[in-house]
């Protein structure tokens, strides 16, 4: 029973537009989101997080929107850079002391120049 | 500030051979996590330990154990090594504290069970 689905495997935009990578999530327990970014024979680098009693984060260009009535978030990157080509994955946490993360399978992202 | 450390970061061993994997936390972490990463389940949740105890476990068989030492740093260990446990395994270390804290993540211990 996958609790955190990131449905798209993979994502292509020109560098310069829009990244929108979407998650999606069903158990009602998850108080904390987040999204991490890892390149191949790397580890996962933590990018931004949300708390459930916000509806928006912004980090530079990157910006995460959570809907907890449709139980979905995404993570938009504005201007997207070649740079920022790697897989993301979306993570929820229960908060407090439980510190078990829920990853998605994530969503590879290429940024074409 | 030093990131998380894992060593080895490549180990190959055969059927039933037993495995220990280290980790060393960012300076000043003392919640230490463990993760599992395979191409078909994605990163999945091993363990959690927070003051050299076990706070946490995920659904994985008691072949997988961990533990912590007094310095924070961890190790796990797996035993009867079967061909499905080759993957990649992910520490990562946090801050201690009553609300949730962001966890950074080591490079990870590729290993290959033949």
């Known amino acids: 029973d996958q609790q955190v689905k990131q449905n798209s495997p993979s994502l292509s935009v020109q560098e310069g537009r829009i990244s929108i990578l979407n998650c999606d999530y069903t158990?009602?327990?998850?108080?904390?989101f987040l999204w991490y970014k890892k390149y191949p024979a790397e580890g996962p680098t933590f990018l931004i997080s949300i708390s459930s009693i916000k509806d928006k984060n912004e980090d530079g260009r990157f910006t995460v929107f959570l809907n907890k009535s449709a139980k979905h978030l995404s993570l938009h990157i504005v201007p997207s850079q070649p740079g920022d080509s790697a897989v993301y994955f979306c993570a929820a946490s229960e908060g407090g002391s439980n510190y078990k993360l829920t990853f998605g399978k994530g969503t590879l992202l290429t940024v074409n120049p | 500030k030093a990131g998380v450390t894992q060593t080895p970061r490549y180990l190959i061993k055969t059927r039933g051979q037993q495995v220990t994997l280290s980790c060393s936390p960012i300076?000043?972490?003392?919640?230490v996590s463990w993760y599992q990463q395979t191409p078909g389940q994605g990163l999945q949740f091993l363990f959690e330990y927070f003051s050299e105890t076990q706070r946490n476990k995920g659904n994985f068989p008691g072949r997988f154990s961990g533990r912590q030492f007094s310095n924070s740093r961890s190790e796990m260990n797996v035993s009867t090594l079967e061909l499905g446990d080759s993957a990649l395994y992910l520490c990562?270390?946090?801050?201690?504290?009553?609300?949730?804290?962001?966890?950074?993540f080591g490079p990870g211990t590729r290993l290959t069970v033949l």
């Open positions: 158990n009602s327990m998850f108080d904390y």
């Open positions: 300076s000043g972490h003392r919640s």
């Open positions: 990562a270390s946090s801050l201690p504290g009553d609300s949730y804290n962001e966890q950074f």
